[in-house]
């Protein structure tokens, strides 16, 4: 079973931002965290529920995630479609993410 990997566009913004912020200290990690996060969100193609259950009672779907490096990938998956849609990109640093939209 292999599924389509989506971005929402806020997931593509969020992970730019960081990237971007890293690149200007550390441009070495911010490779290796593009690399991370890459590597984690292709791995979810033929296994997402590999991963944890952040939100069963959000209004978009249960939300899932992972973690690749220093960052959690927020995702939904649509069984019916077979695509996984990347909705937030947090470091783990940062507070619970938001999702009603």
């Excluded at 249960?62 to 849609?85: C, M, S, Y």
């Amino acid at each position: 079973m292999h599924f389509k990997i989506s971005w929402a566009g806020r997931a593509r913004i969020e992970m730019s931002s960081a990237i971007a912020y890293m690149a200007e200290r550390d441009p070495g990690w911010a490779s290796t965290c593009r690399s991370k996060i890459s590597e984690r969100s292709d791995a979810l193609k033929t296994a997402p529920y590999v991963s944890s259950i952040f939100r069963s009672d959000s209004p978009i779907g249960e939300i899932r995630e992972v973690l690749a490096g220093g960052f959690r990938i927020f995702f939904t998956v649509n069984e019916q479609r077979k695509i996984i849609t990347i909705r937030r990109i947090f470091h783990v640093r940062q507070a619970d993410p938001d999702f009603e939209e």
